[in-house]
């Protein structure tokens, strides 16, 4: 009811608000992440109200999910106002940049049964908005900012469509191995073209070589064979392994 059931969340909650305190840290940064984290745990009491609303009724449940809501929402705006306090209001640019994500995300999230690839594709997105905001309240120029969000997004996607193809791969059905496999292409190409125009440094590129490697092991017939959790585990691992190549290539 506090948390949500999902673990692979978290670790796309955790990448931008690292990747951000790590390379921008401040008190507004460290404020920022207090809101983001909030604002991803309402999500889950404000999913049982809504469920519970439309079934009509009101049970126990519910009315423990509206005080995790009230005292989330309220770490929320707390983190926004401090944050607002100590650097002021440009580093809205990139959640209001994301706000279609984070709408999409949510109708999809609060309306449809299950894991929608609509609702997992864009939380990520929406999510790691967040580094570029730290970036921004650090001073940072827009561009060097965005790439930040750019590669996260580009990590995050095309690792959300390999996970969904290999489940059900491993489940012994025919999913799509292209899709994930170009997503992957193409997230490399991008991190590479933000090399080239020196808004990334170039051994950014390193853990997306490697992820494009690991999708097509992931997805051929010689892949592992490993329970779902032990995936889980590999790509969180693989998500942190990305910021802190990433982190370290512009400290060094």
Request: aromatic share 10%; glycine share 6%; charged share 15%.
């Amino acid at each position: 009811m506090a948390l949500p059931a999902e673990h692979g969340g978290w670790g796309f909650l955790l990448e931008p608000l690292l990747l951000g305190l790590l390379l921008a840290p401040s008190a507004a940064a460290a404020a920022l992440s207090l809101a983001v984290i909030a604002a991803f745990l309402l999500r889950q009491p404000a999913k049982i109200i809504l469920m519970d609303l439309r079934r009509g009724r009101t049970f126990a449940r519910t009315e423990m999910a509206w005080r995790f809501a009230i005292v989330y929402a309220g770490i929320a705006l707390f983190g926004v106002a401090a944050t607002a306090s100590l650097a002021g209001i440009d580093w809205l640019l990139p959640p209001l940049m994301a706000l279609p994500f984070g709408l999409i995300f949510l109708f999809y999230d609060l309306t449809q049964p299950g894991r929608t690839w609509q609702a997992e594709i864009t939380a990520p997105v929406a999510l790691a908005s967040a580094a570029a905001s730290m970036a921004i309240i650090a001073g940072w120029d827009l561009g060097l900012s965005l790439a930040l969000w750019m590669a996260l997004s580009a990590r995050a996607i095309p690792s959300i469509l390999y996970v969904r193809a290999r489940l059900r791969l491993d489940r012994g059905k025919d999913p799509d191995q292209i899709l994930p496999i170009l997503a992957h292409v193409i997230a490399l190409f991008l991190v590479a073209t933000l090399v080239q125009i020196e808004l990334l440094p170039w051994p950014s590129l390193i853990p997306f070589v490697i992820l494009l490697a690991r999708a097509f092991h992931g997805l051929s017939t010689r892949r592992w064979r490993v329970s779902v959790k032990t995936i889980g585990f590999m790509e969180l691992g693989l998500g942190i392994a990305t910021v802190l190549v990433i982190a370290l290539s512009h400290w060094v």
